[in-house]
C-alpha cells in the first residue's frame, strides 16, 4: 500500500432529492430521535430483523449481528449449495443418493429428531430429498445430499463456508449440513436474511417449494413446519429453528401488494410466540412504511475529486433507481453521505465501483448502494498533475476526517 493509496470516508454533496430538501454539504433532514424504530415498533425476539428486497431497505434491526446457533436454519444454507449444484450442472433433480447408515441413524429414525424416514440403504432422487429437507425438514435428507455431494458431511461443511463468503455471508461458520448442535457453528440474522435473498433471487424454481403444504415418504404424511403458511400474510418460506440456547428462530419471506418482505427472529420463548411475532412484524412493516424515491436510473448523486485529471472532479452514479420505504409518519426525515475510496487519481475509468452510498432513517442504516464513476477522466498534462500533487501533499491529511 502506497502513502498515498488507503480507504478514507468523506462527505459529499449530494444532489437534492426531487421531494426533500437537501443541505450544503450532506444531505440532513431532522432526524428521528435514538432508538426511533423501537419506539415505532417492538419485538419479544431477542434478535430481529426485517427488510423490504425491493429497495433493500432495512425496516428494523435488533442485534442482528449477534451470533447464534443457527438450529435447522442452517438447512437454507444446505439447499442454497444443492441449488447451486442443479444450476451449474453438477447433479440433477433425478440423481440418486444412496441412505448410509450414518445418514439413517444421524438423522433418521433412529435419531429422534426431523426425519423423512428414509430408509437405510434405499435410493432416493435429489428432488424427493430436497422436498424432505424443505417440508419435514428432515436430517436425514440433508445428510443423504451431504455425503452425495461431498463424500462426507465434514466436506460438505467446508463447502458451506466457502460458498456462504462467494454470497456475501460474513459472520457464519458451518459445521454439519442440519444444524444439529455444534459449538462452532454460528450465523447472524444478517446472514441468515442474505441468504434467504439470495436463494429467492436466483432458484425461483426450486424457492416454490418452500411454500409447498405437505409431503410424503416412506408413507408417512407430514405437514410443513412454517408456521407462516397458516396465517394469511403473503407468506411462501423459509423456516424455522430452535436450540436451548438461542430460542424459537425463524426466517420468513411473504409478498404483500406486490413487495417482498424478508424477516429473521430469534430468541423466542415458544413456538406459539415465534408464529405471534412472526405475524406482528409482518402486518407492521405493510402497513407502517411508505416508499420515496430518490434518484432515478443514472442520475448523479455526487461529485468526487480527481487528482492529476483534465477534469478535476467525476460524477459518481448507481446502476439503478435509488427508492426506500420510510416511516409513513416521518417519511422527511432521513440523512444520507456517499463514502469512496481516494483520492481518485487520473486516468479515471467510466463506470468503476468506488464507493457507496449510505442513508440512515434517524440513527439505523436503512440502505446501502454501490456507486460508480459516471465517465471516464483521463491524466492531466504535467503542470496540472504537479498542482494537484502540491495539493495533495498540503491537504491530504483531511482525508482522515469524515466532513
Known sequence: MTETDFSYQRTLPLKPFR???????VLLLAALPVHAQEALFDTKAKQALMLEDQTGTILYAKAPDTLIEPAALAKLMTME????????????????????????????????????????????????????????SANDGCIILAEGIAGS??????????????????NSTFRNSTGLPDPEQKVSLTDLVTLARYIKHEYPEYYRTYAQESFTWNNIFQRNRNPL????????????????????????SAEHNGRRYIAA????????????????????????????NIFAEGETIAEASVFGGVKSSVPLKAHEKISLLVPAANKDRLKAHVEYKGPLLAPVKADEQVGVLRIWIGDALAQETPVYTGEAVESGDLQKRTLDAVLELTTGWTRRLKL
Open 153 to 170: 458431511e465434514q466436506k460438505f461443511a467446508g463447502m458451506m463456508n466457502a460458498r456462504a463468503k462467494e454470497i456475501g455471508l460474513k
Open 81 to 136: 449449495l444443492v441449488f447451486h449444484a442443479l444450476k451449474t450442472g453438477q447433479i440433477k433433480i433425478d440423481t440418486q443418493y444412496t441412505v448410509s447408515e450414518n445418514a439413517w441413524r444421524t438423522g433418521g429414525a433412529p435419531s429422534g429428531g426431523s426425519t423423512m424416514f428414509a430408509k437405510l440403504k434405499s435410493s432416493i432422487s435429489v428432488g424427493d430429498l430436497i422436498q424432505g429437507v424443505i417440508v419435514q
Open 265 to 292: 427472529l430469534s430468541g423466542l420463548a415458544t413456538d406459539k410466540e415465534r408464529a405471534e411475532e412472526a405475524k406482528k412484524i409482518f402486518e407492521w412493516a405493510y402497513s407502517a412504511f411508505e416508499e420515496v
Open 229 to 252: 403458511l397458516k396465517l394469511d400474510i403473503g407468506a411462501d418460506g423459509m423456516g424455522t429453528g430452535y436450540t436451548e440456547q438461542s430460542g424459537y428462530g425463524l426466517v420468513g
Open 19 to 25: 421531494k426533500l430538501a437537501v443541505s450544503l454539504a
